[in-house]
């Protein structure tokens, strides 16, 4: 489904050119769950940053579905965007929108009719528990709060795939396990998923494939991994 | 359609929860129009002045001898084969009595020495008027070499010369000053009222890249800015209207005491639609465009 390859990303800026990705090669699977652990600057949201085509590679290229994805024209991009759900990591909610409405946008942008939007927004938005903030801008939320949206706003219009880049990152462990329990639901159902982690506690409990990141190279690849530095 | 609903409903709610930032913008744009609206304005204040400067210029040929009738008719002929020539009027050795008379009626001393003279020391004369300032020059060269002169004692246009010239030099320098500085203002409150949106919407380019990267297209993401460059336009093209009718039917009758016949309020309400359009053309205009010009930078993710 998704495949990177040879994947280089080089940053110019200052007087040294960091290097973020060097030569990564690695594919992803339909219905699978995917987790990039690493530490922080291992490369793990730049690699997501490319699949979403926000940012050109500096070598290679990344297909999916078969397409390359930075040869996508500029008019193309968002109807394949449509096809990603993506938590980000500074959660990107649109601040002049409310929860409601930042969850609903995604659907607005796809043309979805009314009826359906009001029906389907209250809904994801109970099951990551949110419902009595929908009314609610994202400044007046916790970080919590905020990551929870985030994750309403990837999950609404079923993508094909998710793409969580810390998203447990400001939650409790409560909450923490309910966010993971809850992708995992997602991904039994057929979506494919790739996270992007270093809390060790959530891949030992997912027992999924692991792919280790350290300064831009994949150390590791394995399945059912135990996360291990 | 109902893209187009929640373009229009997404537009007026940003205009709505950035209350601050849009009336920043509708003030500029207050301004701007305004100002371009003045301009219109002073454009018909000049060009009154000018035509009414104008108006006042003339000049006569004095005959030494009243002409006989066929005379006057065949020279009134020869001056109107001149392009330069808008009208002409023959003043009798009578005629020019009475009207002397007329005008100094109360001033004894002249009064006395007319009488003092006696008889009509006053020679008759044809008053000419050119189109403009600028062709009395010609009339007056024409003159020197007409088959009729000999029969004129005096042309007064060499006594008014400087006068004619001042006035002449006047109304185009007034002209040009006037297209000048226009350009240079209007091109002023156009620029501001364009970095004022594009300083609004600088703040929204954050939100503009996640827009992109949760697909959406671009017009959808434009749209809403510029219904908000709309509804900022319609705004400010309403208060500068009011602004503006309560301003003149207050000031009118002030300006008329300056510049008489000038008839500024009736010439600002008989030309209503076209002062509303080219205000509603600046205001949402400038609105639209800016807009445009301003998201299109960050729409490139």
């Known amino acids: ?229 | 359609m109902i893209t187009f609903k929640r373009i229009v409903k997404s537009g007026w709610l940003g205009f709505k929860r950035n209350s601050g930032l849009s009336l920043a913008t509708i003030f500029i744009l207050v301004m701007t129009i305004s100002l371009i609206t003045s301009l219109f304005l002073l454009q018909k204040t000049s060009n009154f002045l000018i035509t009414s400067l104008t108006e006042k210029v003339d000049m006569a040929i004095y005959f030494s001898v009243e002409p006989s009738t066929e005379e006057i008719i065949s020279i009134q002929e020869e001056l109107f084969s001149l392009s330069e020539v808008k009208n002409l009027e023959y003043v009798s050795k009578e005629e020019a009595l009475e009207k002397f008379t007329e005008r100094h009626r109360s001033e004894e001393i002249i009064m006395e020495s007319l009488a003092e003279v006696g008889g009509n020391p006053l020679l008759s004369s044809i008053n000419i008027k050119a189109f403009e300032a600028s062709q009395y020059a010609a009339i007056s060269s024409f003159l020197d070499n007409a088959s009729f002169r000999d029969l004129i004692t005096k042309v007064d246009y060499y006594q008014k010369r400087p006068a004619i010239e001042k006035i002449f030099s006047w109304t185009s320098s007034i002209n040009v000053t006037g297209i000048i500085l226009s350009i240079v203002l209007a091109v002023v409150a156009v620029l501001m009222a364009f970095n004022t949106v594009r300083i609004a919407i600088y703040n929204s380019r954050d939100e503009i890249e996640t827009m992109r990267l949760v697909g959406a297209a671009n017009w959808f993401i434009r749209g809403p800015f510029m219904v908000q460059g709309v509804i900022a336009g319609a705004l400010a093209v309403l208060i500068t209207f009011l602004v503006f009718s309560v301003g003149i039917l207050f000031l009118s009758p002030k300006i008329e005491i300056i510049i008489p016949g000038l008839g500024l309020s009736a010439y600002f309400f008989s030309n209503f639609f076209v002062i509303l359009l080219i205000q509603l053309a600046a205001g949402v205009g400038l609105g639209i465009l800016s807009s445009w010009i301003a998201v299109r930078k960050y729409l490139k993710i």
């Open chain 1, 1 to 229: 489904m998704i495949s990177f390859q040879k994947i280089s990303k080089i940053y110019h800026s200052g007087l040294k050119p960091i290097t973020a990705l060097d030569n990564v090669s690695f594919e992803v699977n339909s219905h699978e769950f995917v987790s990039i652990v690493g530490r922080s600057g291992a490369g793990k949201t730049t690699l997501l940053k490319l699949l979403l085509a926000e940012e050109r590679p500096s070598g290679g290229s990344i297909f999916f579905e078969g397409q390359d994805v930075h040869k996508i024209k500029p008019e193309g991009l968002p109807n394949f965007r449509r096809q990603i759900g993506v938590i980000f990591q500074d959660y990107k909610l649109l601040p002049s929108k409310t929860t409601y409405e930042n969850v609903a946008y995604v659907m607005e942008v796809m043309g979805v009719a009314d009826e359906e939007i009001s029906s389907d927004v209250p809904k994801v938005l109970d099951i990551v528990g949110l419902s009595d903030r929908a009314q609610n801008f994202p400044e007046e939320l916790s970080g919590g709060e905020r990551q929870r949206a985030a994750l309403a706003r990837a999950l609404i219009h079923r993508p094909q795939i998710i793409l969580a880049d810390e998203p447990t990152g400001n939650l409790d462990p409560y909450h923490t396990r309910e966010i993971i329990r809850l992708l995992t639901k997602i991904n039994e159902m057929g979506t494919t998923i790739i996270l992007a982690t270093h809390n060790q506690q959530i891949i030992n409990a997912l027992e999924r494939r692991v792919i280790t990141l350290d300064e831009g190279k994949i150390i590791r690849d394995e399945e059912r991994s135990r996360f291990t530095l």
